[in-house]
């Protein structure tokens, strides 16, 4: 019962194209391949989930109306299931008021508008067969392509895959900061006076405590030989290569084993994985173009270069449990082609994982991207560990899914910028050189 994940953004007819393209080929491929007996194997099953990506912070009740045009799409698509996103997501976790709208928003789609009650209604259309048959033609291409290369697998491990989707995301965000691609709001149309949207608050560092305590009490009831015995087991599967990985996970956690000891149990054998950190380069500058904004960042770059004798450094970082990494590698991206030394951290890293690279590495910055709501537990933690490592004078900065009313609190906790979604990359590269550039200057007078 396989099933496929689709996120749908805001080109209407390419996304509707673009189901009906992936059904078409996944029917072709299994009957190609594996010539199935049951017929309903040639049925491609696939949920869908509206773009986390086209949320803005700036004037964030359009969200409402992208959101509408998204799940439109994904139904006209044929989705089997689907998740509308709120519109307060760029700012922070959603309300029960923002995810109530979310879930209405679909509710209505399904019981007002009709819509669902006709099977693959754009079927015939000239516009939607041609830009299906060109969408089911270029992805066959990519998949022959890998397929050559030995396999998704293989791919995965060399990152191609993740290379592909960053350079697309990076000349995106390119179009949108040069002003070529209109997001209203954020580049056009944008209102004088933003309004205050209620946000929810989460105290990150009470859940953390209270979950602490959770795992601490199961770990006190359960029966420790048993749970230690499917740990043990798991650790000789993974070394033996004899046995079920997966039904021996089912048994430890029926042993209330937490997550974190069924991995250990099984790094202790297989170690633990890093993906791949290459990083797409010029295709930020290249969609951009040759602007005065964009030049007049890299010239200022080459001033620093000139009078400091090194590039501005930067450590891009991601802690926690957030592994949304897409918006920390176009970062990455368009500072490295503006002409900023860009170091970029693993994923899921501790706060003293990262010190310790920043400081390894001699960063002027570090650039957490935070996505998760883990801000104000991890940012305090990273500065302590920069303290404590003896490099206060590392600037920490912040972007992402940030509330506004949190930022005072990261400014009073050592934090010098933070930069919200819709946040321009050639502007944010020269405030970040001038923190920079104050800081230096300030650690000279003290000297």
């Given at each position: 019962?396989?099933?496929?994940?689709?996120?749908?953004?805001?080109?209407?007819?390419?996304?509707?194209?673009?189901?009906?393209?992936?059904?078409?080929?996944?029917?072709?491929?299994?009957?190609?391949?594996?010539?199935?007996?049951?017929?309903?194997?040639?049925?491609?099953?696939?949920?869908?989930?509206?773009?986390?990506?086209?949320?803005?912070?700036?004037?964030?009740?359009?969200?409402?109306?992208?959101?509408?045009?998204?799940?439109?799409?994904?139904?006209?698509?044929?989705?089997?299931?689907?998740?509308?996103?709120?519109?307060?997501?760029?700012?922070?976790?959603?309300?029960?008021?923002?995810?109530?709208?979310?879930?209405?928003?679909?509710?209505?789609?399904?019981?007002?508008?009709?819509?669902?009650?006709?099977?693959?209604?754009?079927?015939?259309?000239?516009?939607?067969?041609?830009?299906?048959?060109?969408?089911?033609?270029?992805?066959?291409?990519?998949?022959?392509?890998?397929?050559?290369?030995?396999?998704?697998?293989?791919?995965?491990?060399?990152?191609?895959?993740?290379?592909?989707?960053?350079?697309?995301?990076?000349?995106?965000?390119?179009?949108?900061?040069?002003?070529?691609?209109?997001?209203?709001?954020?580049?056009?149309?944008?209102?004088?006076?933003?309004?205050?949207?209620?946000?929810?608050?989460?105290?990150?560092?009470?859940?953390?405590?209270?979950?602490?305590?959770?795992?601490?009490?199961?770990?006190?009831?359960?029966?420790?030989?048993?749970?230690?015995q499917c740990l043990a087991a798991l650790t000789q599967c993974a070394a033996?290569?004899?046995?079920?990985?997966?039904?021996?996970?089912?048994?430890?956690?029926?042993?209330?084993?937490?997550?974190?000891?069924?991995?250990?149990?099984?790094?202790k054998v297989f170690g633990e994985h890093k993906a791949s950190d290459r990083?797409?380069?010029?295709?930020?500058?290249?969609?951009?173009?040759?602007?005065?904004?964009?030049?007049?960042?890299?010239?200022?770059?080459?001033?620093?270069?000139?009078?400091?004798?090194?590039?501005?450094?930067?450590?891009?970082?991601?802690?926690?449990?957030?592994?949304?990494?897409?918006?920390?590698?176009?970062?990455?991206?368009?500072?490295?082609?503006?002409?900023?030394?860009?170091?970029?951290?693993?994923?899921?890293?501790?706060?003293?994982?990262?010190?310790?690279?920043?400081?390894?590495?001699?960063?002027?910055?570090?650039?957490?991207?935070?996505?998760?709501?883990?801000?104000?537990?991890?940012?305090?933690?990273?500065?302590?560990?920069?303290?404590?490592?003896?490099?206060?004078?590392?600037?920490?900065?912040?972007?992402?899914?940030?509330?506004?009313?949190?930022?005072?609190?990261?400014?009073?906790?050592?934090?010098?910028?933070?930069?919200?979604?819709?946040?321009?990359?050639?502007?944010?590269?020269?405030?970040?050189?001038?923190?920079?550039?104050?800081?230096?200057?300030?650690?000279?007078?003290?000297?």
């Amino acid at each position: 019962r396989l099933s496929f994940f689709w996120g749908i953004g805001m080109n209407f007819y390419m996304e509707i194209a673009k189901l009906r393209a992936g059904r078409r080929l996944w029917a072709h491929l299994i009957e190609k391949m594996f010539k199935p007996k049951d017929p309903k194997s040639l049925l491609l099953r696939a949920h869908c989930q509206t773009s986390g990506w086209s949320l803005t912070e700036q004037d964030p009740f359009n969200n409402v109306i992208r959101t509408t045009i998204e799940a439109m799409a994904a139904v006209f698509g044929g989705t089997q299931s689907l998740h509308t996103n709120s519109f307060d997501e760029a700012l922070g976790l959603p309300t029960v008021k923002s995810a109530r709208i979310a879930r209405n928003t679909q509710i209505i789609i399904q019981e007002e508008s009709g819509i669902p009650k006709v099977a693959d209604p754009w079927g015939g259309s000239y516009l939607m067969e041609c830009l299906t048959n060109d969408v089911y033609e270029a992805a066959l291409k990519l998949v022959e392509e890998i397929e050559e290369m030995g396999g998704m697998a293989k791919a995965v491990a060399e990152g191609i895959p993740k290379l592909r989707i960053e350079e697309c995301a990076a000349r995106r965000q390119a179009r949108i900061d040069s002003g070529s691609e209109v997001i209203v709001g954020v580049n056009k149309h944008q209102l004088e006076k933003e309004e205050t949207v209620e946000v929810l608050a989460i105290d990150n560092t009470s859940v953390r405590s209270k979950q602490i305590e959770k795992i601490n009490k199961v770990k006190a009831s359960r029966d420790q030989a048993a749970a230690q015995q499917c740990l043990a087991a798991l650790t000789q599967c993974a070394a033996t290569g004899e046995g079920n990985l997966l039904a021996l996970a089912v048994e430890a956690a029926r042993s209330r084993c937490t997550v974190g000891e069924i991995t250990d149990a099984m790094k202790k054998v297989f170690g633990e994985h890093k993906a791949s950190d290459r990083m797409v380069s010029g295709a930020y500058r290249q969609e951009f173009g040759e602007s005065d904004e964009i030049l007049h960042a890299i010239n200022s770059v080459n001033k620093f270069m000139d009078r400091e004798g090194r590039r501005p450094r930067i450590l891009v970082a991601k802690m926690g449990q957030d592994g949304h990494d897409r918006g920390a590698k176009v970062i990455a991206t368009g500072f490295a082609d503006i002409g900023f030394d860009v170091d970029i951290g693993p994923l899921f890293q501790t706060p003293r994982e990262v010190a310790q690279q920043a400081v390894d590495a001699d960063v002027h910055c570090v650039g957490v991207s935070t996505l998760a709501a883990g801000h104000k537990t991890l940012v305090p933690e990273l500065i302590k560990e920069l303290n404590a490592l003896g490099r206060p004078d590392i600037l920490v900065i912040c972007g992402g899914v940030i509330p506004p009313q949190d930022y005072d609190f990261l400014y009073e906790a050592g934090v010098t910028n933070v930069f919200g979604p819709g946040t321009r990359i050639p502007k944010a590269a020269v405030q970040v050189l001038d923190d920079i550039e104050k800081c230096l200057e300030k650690r000279q007078q003290s000297m």
